[in-house]
């Protein structure tokens, strides 16, 4: 599996996993629909910033995606909403980029 195949179908993995729709994603990353669809079927690539804002979004490092052995533990939330907004996603992903680096800052702790 080369590299973009492998972005586009973790990508693909992740979103359905959250329980977002390709519609909702490419809102948030401010993009047709089409381009998520593409990337995901490795027809298109992400561009760098767009996969760091999904990647902040799905609170992962950017390292999940380019690399075939990253693994990812994915962070528990509960979240209820018939309709989420794009400043919505925007509050999760900023939350989610906080308890990234703090469950980053507690494993460095671990470590030493």
């Known amino acids: 599996m080369n590299n973009n195949e492998n972005i586009g179908k973790k990508f693909c993995k992740m979103r359905e996993n959250c329980g ?4 909702q994603i490419a809102s948030y990353l401010g993009v047709d629909q089409s381009y998520i669809s593409k ?6 690539q992400f ?3 767009k996969l760091q804002k999904a990647a ?3 609170a992962c490092s950017t390292e999940y995606f380019l690399h075939e052995n990253a693994t990812h533990e994915p962070l528990p939330t509960a979240l209820r909403a018939d ?5 919505d996603f925007e509050a999760i992903a900023a939350i989610n ?3 990234s680096n703090l ?3 507690e494993n460095m702790k671990k470590r030493k």
């Open 103 to 105: 469950c980053f800052m």
């Open 97 to 99: 980029k906080i308890v």
């Open 56 to 58: 902040d979004l799905f």
């Open 20 to 23: 977002y729709s390709q519609s």
């Open 47 to 49: 561009s760098a910033d």
């Open 39 to 44: 990337c995901e079927k490795n027809e298109r």
């Open 83 to 87: 309709c989420i907004t794009e400043k």
